[in-house]
């Protein structure tokens, strides 16, 4: 069985950029949620979809943005990239909407801003 | 405002020793609390959770002590094996659907 998959694994873009990260979630899982990991920290909450509806969003500008398709695959979307986002970007997916039982992560992708 | 801390970055523990990971909380909200680990290259993975009716939840080697009063958990490994090393992060989680993660400590289990 697929586990949590992402891509690309590594990127590299400019400053002023923009970027689409995609996450396909374990299948039958409805749920998927993002979160950004500077080096140096734990984990930080961007956004939670389930059943293709946003059911939360983390501190972060409007810059980010996601959502969640048909099949329950999500994107996550930078627009007008900074050196700071510079950060691995994590995707989980669980069978239901709250993270109680525990997500199952992606290995994440690592976004280098230049 | 860091709601979850782990105040320890890294710990070192001979083999077959017991290593203690401390967490501390700052929100009375949260009711249930997760052990995530994270090998380099890899995503974390989950390793134990306790709920906040609880204070104290045991799954083989790995036991987590909640204790509600001082805002305060923690993981005991036991016995550490060197397979064991990773980052190992606390979370935290209650109402809302998102978890809280600490800043992580990195775990050496010496052979």
């Known amino acids: 069985d697929a586990g949590v998959t992402q891509s690309p694994t590594h990127l590299i873009k400019t400053r002023g950029q923009q970027v689409t990260l995609r996450c396909s979630p374990i299948?039958?899982?409805?749920?998927v949620s993002w979160y950004q990991q500077v080096l140096g920290q734990g984990p930080q909450f961007i956004f939670q979809?389930?059943?293709?509806?946003?059911?939360g969003r983390g501190n972060f500008p409007d810059r980010f943005s996601a959502r969640q398709f048909p099949n329950y695959s999500s994107e996550l979307n930078v627009n007008a990239l900074l050196l700071g986002d510079s950060a691995l970007y994590l995707c989980?997916?669980?069978?239901?909407?709250?993270?109680?039982?525990?997500?199952?992560f992606g290995s994440g992708t690592r976004l280098t801003v230049v | 405002d860091q709601q979850v801390k782990q105040n320890s970055p890294s710990l070192s523990v001979q083999e077959g020793r017991i290593s203690i990971l401390n967490c501390d909380y700052t929100?009375?909200?949260?009711?249930?609390f997760l052990w995530y680990k994270k090998y380099p290259a890899e995503g974390p993975t989950f390793l134990i959770s306790?709920?906040?009716?609880?204070d104290k939840n045991e799954d083989g080697r790995f036991t987590v002590f909640l204790n509600k009063s001082a805002k305060h958990l923690s993981l005991h490994i036991v016995p550490s094996q060197p397979g064991d090393s990773a980052v190992y992060f606390c979370?935290?989680?209650?109402?809302?659907?998102?978890?809280?993660f600490g800043t992580g400590t990195r775990l050496t289990v010496i052979p």
């Open positions: 979370a935290a989680g209650g109402g809302a659907n998102n978890l809280f």
């Open positions: 979809y389930y059943e293709k509806e946003e059911r």
């Open positions: 306790i709920s906040s009716i609880k």
């Open positions: 299948s039958g899982h409805k749920s």
């Open positions: 929100n009375s909200m949260f009711d249930y």
């Open positions: 989980a997916s669980s069978a239901s909407g709250g993270s109680n039982y525990g997500y199952t």
